[in-house]
């Protein structure tokens, strides 16, 4: 979809509005949607929302959407928002979001949704990563509720100079029209999303004085439907400042007319939407210290913190480069450091232009340069089942038995079943101190069949085992393995690592002649897993 931003469509700087955006987002991702799925489809949820760069008058605005995934009735739709500038042809991405959509059929008929075509690494790299983003919203009530039970400990605002959060509060009703809806009825999700963003500019226009400019949306989720010749009533509220940024509250809630009467009303929609504001000189404002004056005000007050943390946690891992330093395992970012350390080791492994270095036997070593990163992969076939390697693979209290260089790991917390983290102590070389490691490994299972195992392996910092005197703590920043299923008997297990300074010294040495230690230990892995296989 591509729109021109007319003056209609901006606000009074003359940047495109965030409401009409939300409505174009949610239209796109919605056609592409009822394009796979072959029936009218709604909004179920959108996931957080960050805007990066702001559209002027006379830009042109793109919006690129692609079902990644179908999950029975549900879909999940990624969202890229570009801006492009008609005279200089500059383009720049605005936004990248994911929607989910549900597949609604006319009457009782139900809807089976046809599995997604995948044609190109992309597309395989996303189907994949989509299942990722689905355990992280259906994990994020839990995150939330750990997390605000540590934020409690705080005190609320005490600040004699600090404004009432109800002097913020906003209420208002939009009627639903036809224009407003489906040709089914139900009011169109984007256009409830740009209803609740100008009244959350309002809510935050009463602190800062100024024109409030919206930067992130925290979860658009819809609990039910509403339709035409509904009353929606919206009421937004300050929850909590953030020196140059503010959150605020929005719940909707919907009415027929005999429920309007009743006042019986039901909860449609919610969402926390966070505003910056610029002064007169393009400088951001500082927001006031807001103070709760209600029990109901102070859970806002705390779930606003802790939906920061959460928020600021995702942001750090998932824009991080990849050479940056372990990130702490914290219950605020649990779930994001899952999900990148499997999408790093996917986007690796996908990555084109790996070159053969060595073939030996059963093993193959295969090194891949992208700027100042080195990497490499060794290719080892294995008579066994790619299901019994995974098993074997996954534990790494076995990796002992095969690989000489490690000395000892531990099971330091067992975060789930498809989630450990353990510490590895390795021996040590020309005299230096005994390297050990805390690592964290994801195994997953395969989506489909010709998709394969995955166990993800990258370093974390935990509280339980800060660094030792007596060891030199080191980090994998990205490795593990990924098994091919060849045949009922036989696959293609695959590891690959991105080069540290620990690791170069091998690579370098296996690559010159001068040792063959990656292949003595592929060999002795290739050895250990058809023996312990022989005996399932």
Known sequence: MCRTVLPADSGPRGELGAGPLLRWMDAAACL???????????????DDIQFEEAARVGQIIAIRTKVNREFQTLMEVGIKVTVQDVLTNAEKIVSVAYATYEAKPVGAEKIELKPIELQ???????????????????????????????????????DKDAVSAEHTHVQSTELVLPPHANHHGNTFGGQIMAWMQTVASISASRLCRSRPILKAVNRFRFWGPSFVGDRLVFNAIVNN??????????????????????EQPRHICSAFLTFSALDDRGEPLTFPRVRPTTQVGVRRYFGAIARRRILLSSKCILSAKEDKPSDAWETSNQAYLNYKNVAALTLLAGKPGWGITKTLDDVKIWTHKEGDVLSFKVEMQVKVPSHVAFSLLSDFRLCQRWDRHYLACEVLQDVSEREKIYHVISGPTAGRQPKDFVILVSQREPCQPQMPYTVAVRSVTHRAMPPRPEYSRSEILCAGFQIHSTSSSCCTVCYFNQVTSGVMPYLTANLTGSSKSIEDTALDCIKFLELEGSKC
């Open 32 to 46: 592409a949607a009822e394009k796979h799925a072959g029936v009218s489809c709604v909004t179920a949820s959108m």
């Open 120 to 158: 190109s690494e992309e597309d395989h790299l996303e189907y994949f990563l989509a299942l990722e983003r689905s355990i992280i919203r259906m994990g994020y009530l839990e995150v939330f509720q750990k997390v605000i039970q540590e934020s409690n400990s705080e005190d609320p605002c005490e």
């Open 241 to 262: 400042t953030f020196h140059s940024s503010v959150e605020v509250g929005v719940r909707v809630e919907a009415y027929s007319c005999g429920e309007w009467i009743q």
